[in-house]
Each structure stands twice: as C-alpha cells, then as structure tokens.
C-alpha cells in the first residue's frame, strides 16, 4: 500500500458525459501529480499540482481540467469522453524524490 | 527529444533462470532514473532510484545498474511471483519532477 488513495476504482459513463477523479496523496506529501495509461500510449504524464498551484502540464487535452484543494487532495475532470479516454488514470504524490502511485481509477467510454 | 526505451517488450524465463531487462535513455540533463513494478490492473510500485553512472542498487532478487546511456534490471533466479511489467522512468532538468516512462518489459516466469 503506498499511502495514495484514488476513487472510485471503476468507471463507466458514456461518450460526451463528464467525470470527475478524486485522489488523496499520501500524509506530508504536497506534490500530485497525474498520469493516463493507455495500451497504445504507455504511462503518460498529464499534469501536477503542488500546495494547491498547476506546476507542470504535459500532454493535457484542453477537455480534461485539474486542481488541488486546501486539504492538498486533487481532482481530474475529464468532459466531453471520448472512446479514446478510455484508460487507467493514476495519481502519484512525491516524497523527497520518488513518486508513489495510488490504485488507479479504471475508465471506461462507451 | 528525450527518450526512454525498454527492450525486450516481454520476456519469459523459467524459475530460476537469471536475466536482465534493459532502459535506454536519451535525455538532457538527467536527474534520476528510476524503475518501478507494475502488476495487472495496479498502480506501479517504486522499487529503485539511481542518479549517477556507476550507481548500483539492489533488493531481494533485483540489482539495478546505472551508465551514461542505460539502465540494466537484474532479476537473479527469478521466482513466479516476480512475473509483472517492469517500467522505467527518467526525471530530467528541464521538466520539473514529472517522470517520462519506457514502454516496459513484461515479465512471465513460469514454474
């Protein structure tokens, strides 16, 4: 268990709908950072956050939106699905320098 | 463009037949290489960092070696359990602390 927790496990919506993914970092840890992995594209970075402020973008659809909280947890929003968003969406949060990945919330678009 | 490449894509080996996986990277400036555990449907697991040529790390049947251009992962009398997809990751100056992955190696060991 690496002290990241992610809901929900499982989701499965349809093309057009709007979804929201919650993660918790590990306790102390202020950084969280945000991955998509698809069969084809492999673990592909999408954004971080550190004490609540956007730190670094990567390869973001201008349709999937993040941000941190006060209490340090993240949301992923992800809208208008496609059937190419479909994939594994993990977090990470960072201690002094590995990253630790949560569960994973499994996407599915129908 | 920075790169980091996994090779071979899948591997099967017989318990206890030693191997090694290999990470090549072409990047600018690197700042730590690290390698991780990935099994079916799970978040991948943090097994090592390396941050300089030359660097060594090990734990249980893993060793995981560092140069200037690769990484090399190896796995000595590999069990069934150690059946998974291991992936590497390189964090490099420019980029803040994201982590760029290699498309990983699948691993089976079969009794």
């Known amino acids: 268990d690496s002290g990241v927790t992610q809901t929900p496990k499982h989701l499965i919506t349809a093309t057009g709908q709007r979804v929201t993914l919650r993660c918790s970092p590990r306790s102390g840890d202020l950084s969280v950072y945000w991955y998509q992995q698809s069969l084809d594209q492999g673990l592909q970075f999408l954004i971080q956050?550190?004490?609540?402020?956007?730190?670094a973008k990567g390869n973001i659809l201008e349709r999937f939106s993040a941000q941190q909280f006060p209490d340090l947890h993240s949301e992923l929003n992800l809208s208008s699905l496609e059937l190419g968003d479909s994939a594994l969406y993990f977090c990470?949060?960072?201690?002094?320098?590995?990253?630790?990945f949560g569960p994973g919330t499994r996407l599915t678009v129908l | 463009e920075d790169q980091v490449t996994q090779s071979p894509e899948a591997l099967r080996l017989q318990e206890g037949e030693s191997s090694s996986l290999n990470c090549s990277y072409t990047?600018?400036?690197?700042?730590?290489l690290f390698w991780y555990r990935q099994d079916p449907g799970k978040g991948p697991e943090f097994l090592f960092t390396l941050y300089s040529a030359g660097e060594e790390k090990e734990k249980e049947r893993l060793k995981a070696t560092l140069t200037k251009k690769e990484s090399f992962l190896h796995i000595t009398a590999p069990k069934p359990e150690d059946s998974a997809t291991y992936l590497c990751a390189v964090r490099i100056n420019n980029a803040g602390n994201m982590l760029t992955f290699g498309g990983g190696t699948r691993l089976m060991v079969k009794p």
């Open positions: 990470a949060s960072r201690g002094s320098n590995e990253q630790f």
């Open positions: 956050y550190y004490n609540g402020e956007e730190r």
């Open positions: 990047v600018s400036g690197l700042r730590g």
